[in-house]
Nanobody, 116 residues
Framework: QVQLAESGGGLAQPGGSLRLSCVAT????????MGWFRQAPGKQRELVAVATSGGRTNYLDSVRDRFAIFRDNAKNTVYLQMNNLKPEDTAVYYC??????????WGQGTQVTVSS
């Protein structure tokens, strides 16, 4: 089983930056994908960014030029660097991992609020 611990959320002003971190612990450490989803009030959860074990990344179109996802496999950690934040980025952000030979796991979520 995998447990995920997220950190780094909070309040940012429009145009500001935040970095989210997600550390995986447990008995499985070989992840096919590590990524971030978000869910705003009244909206469906959506994929923000994902990184595969082969180094490929994919982004939601609206964040492609502003956010960057990084994996540190030695630390079982995935990061989401968020720059030039906009009010529409306000949401609860969830870490997600898909282990080889295991079930997907989700973090508890971390709130990101972008407001002046």
């Amino acid at each position: 089983q995998v447990q995920l611990a997220e950190s780094g959320g909070g309040l940012a002003q429009p145009g500001g930056s935040l970095r989210l971190s997600c550390v995986a612990t447990g008995s499985i450490f070989n992840f096919y994908t590590m990524g971030w989803f978000r869910q705003a009030p009244g909206k469906q959860r959506e994929l923000v960014a994902v990184a595969t074990s082969g180094g490929r990344t994919n982004y939601l179109d609206s964040v492609r030029d502003r956010f960057a996802i990084f994996r540190d496999n030695a630390k079982n950690t995935v990061y989401l660097q968020m720059n030039n934040l906009k009010p529409e980025d306000t949401a609860v952000y969830y870490c997600n991992v898909n282990p080889y030979g295991g079930s997907p796991a989700w973090g508890q979520g971390t709130q990101v609020t972008v407001s002046s």
